[in-house]
């Protein structure tokens, strides 16, 4: 098992998380249970997913558990981008989350490689 509140990924996901939840703050409020609602599960899943993967037994299961991760992290992004289209997330906020995700992204996908060629 890994320590996951060592993971350098598990914490820059959970800052991500933060900053999203106060960005979706923003938003208009007919949209607190819709786009705001399913933006904030997307960032929790991220680090969500890293910790209860961290808990599995192998390296399998943590890898699987880290590929929901990046899909919740990619799902992330393409909201946070329609938030934008739709006019809810300033230019300068999109880019520097889209810039901690595509991070988390590549990170995630490193560290899946380095736990492959553990087992």
């Known amino acids: 098992m890994h320590n996951f509140k060592e993971l350098i990924i598990w914490k820059e996901a959970m800052e991500v998380a933060k900053v999203v939840y106060q960005a979706s703050a923003q938003f208009p409020a007919n949209e607190k249970f819709g786009f705001t609602s399913q933006i904030n599960r997307s960032a929790v899943s991220i680090p969500s997913n890293i910790a209860e993967g961290a808990g599995r037994g192998s390296n399998k299961e943590f890898i699987q558990f880290l ?27 999109l880019k520097e989350l889209v810039e901690r995700l595509q991070k988390i992204q590549r990170m995630i996908d490193g560290f899946k490689k380095r736990l492959k060629s553990v087992d």
């Open 67 to 93: 590929n929901i991760a990046l899909g919740s992290a990619f799902e992330l992004e393409t909201q946070l981008l329609l938030a934008n289209s739709f006019g809810f997330m300033n230019d300068l906020k």
